[in-house]
């Protein structure tokens, strides 16, 4: 896992200096109060909920509901209806492959990566639990994460896997 980096953060920082100057270019050439600060405005309100909402989920939460699997994470918010999980697996260690689009950093990941194994696939895990729940669906996508802890993931594992072994019966 070396050479992780906070991708996203920059992207989403430039974005807000981009915009912050678009503000000042407009207001030297009096556009201060023109119709275009509407869509600046809701851009800059949309970036700024984008970052909080993104950087205060520190932790990967899943849950089973009546229509099927839900995992929310680390820029991901991943809903699999039962009739579309194929198969789950737990992992000890994993390969997370390249990264793609989301977040990463020493602790954690979320967004999308792909390997050899699952090609572009959807993760949220705590790269220090090495155990993973491996959600392999119809549709040939896969959906890997784990919990802050390798008890709360294997605990969380044994309920999905009742959950999905008594739908198919």
């Known amino acids: 896992m070396a050479g992780l980096s906070i991708r996203t953060t920059w992207i989403l920082f430039a974005a807000i200096l981009i915009l ?15 119709i275009i600060w509407i869509p600046l405005n809701a ?3 949309l970036i700024i909920l984008f970052v909080v909402s993104a950087f205060t989920t520190r932790t990967t939460t899943a849950a089973l509901r009546s229509y099927g699997l839900n995992v929310r994470g ?13 198969s789950v697996e737990m992992r000890d260690g994993f390969e997370y492959g390249s990264f793609i689009v989301g977040y990463e950093d020493h602790n954690r990941l979320g967004g999308q990566f792909m390997n ?17 729940i491996v959600v392999h669906r119809i ?4 959906l890997v994460f ?4 390798a008890e709360k993931t294997r605990e969380f594992f044994e309920k999905l896997k009742k959950r999905t072994d008594n739908i198919k019966k």
């Open 146 to 149: 784990n919990l802050e802890t």
């Open 74 to 86: 680390h820029l991901l918010n991943a809903k699999v209806p039962f009739g579309e999980i194929s």
């Open 43 to 45: 851009l800059g309100v």
């Open 116 to 132: 050899n194994e699952f090609g572009r696939y959807e993760v949220s895990a705590k790269v220090a639990v090495k155990e993973h």
């Open 139 to 142: 549709n040939r996508k896969t």
């Open 20 to 34: 912050a100057a678009l503000a000042v270019v407009f207001s030297v050439m009096g556009f201060g109060r023109g």
